[in-house]
């Protein structure tokens, strides 16, 4: 079952019920206990930014891709253009969670303390851009576009993968499935909301989304 959203320019205007059957990739051990937060997490201030259900408190910020609900994961079909959906509130220090899983051929990242116009453009250089692209030449997944590249590229494409981001004043970290692949002091961006991309080909998962907001 997918769940497909419809958005206006500021805030979710419907979710209309669609039939999608979903890949077997989707299927992995563990996936329903996912989008929840231990007792542990509670009590350390992490908040869960998709309930996995619905897509309350994200909002289209253009293109073209199909983003929806799947199996507990948002899901995004991507397209030749570069398509983006964005949390609605906006955070400055926080250290966030994210679970993704990529197909071959797609592009996508995850995108901090950018614009929170829905009109502004979602870019790297609106925002810092923790890459989701195992081929892309210059920064593979695992880096930050135009700040700093992670070499040797992982493979992330048809698994799960998890991204764990501090950003923290000027203090960027970047941790990949357990691995440090960012460790920069960088002075562009201090505050802004958190966006989700797909573009290129394929879909993109998005799943376990959650931050903890730091002083």
Not at 71 to 81: H, L, N, P
Not at 82 to 89: N, R
Not at 189 to 212: D, P
Request: aromatic share 10%; proline share 5%.
């Amino acid at each position: 079952m997918f769940k497909r959203i419809v958005a206006g320019s500021i805030t979710i205007a419907a979710i209309i019920t669609l039939c999608w059957l979903s890949p077997s990739s989707a299927q992995t051990p563990g996936a329903a206990q996912a989008n929840v937060l231990t007792d542990a997490e509670k009590a350390e201030g992490w908040r869960l930014l998709f309930d996995g259900r619905t897509l309350l408190g994200w909002v289209l910020r253009g293109g073209t891709a199909r983003w929806g609900i799947e199996e507990g994961s948002i899901v995004a079909e991507a397209t030749a253009e570069s398509s983006q959906i964005a949390t609605a509130e906006e955070y400055t220090n926080f250290r966030l969670k994210v679970d993704f899983w990529p197909d071959q051929g797609l592009n996508s990242g995850v995108f901090l303390r950018g614009p929170r116009d829905p009109r502004a453009p979602v870019h790297q250089f609106s925002f810092y851009e923790v890459n989701i692209a195992d081929d892309h030449k210059t920064f593979p997944t695992g880096s930050v576009v135009d700040l700093l590249r992670f070499d040797p590229a992982p493979k992330s494409v048809g698994q799960w993968n998890t991204y764990d981001i501090l950003a923290e004043g000027n203090h960027l970290v970047v941790v990949l499935n357990g691995i440090t692949t960012v460790d920069v002091k960088n002075g562009l961006h201090y505050s802004g909301v958190i966006a989700l991309q797909a573009w290129n080909t394929g879909k993109v998962r998005f799943r376990n989304i959650k931050i903890k907001p730091l002083p």
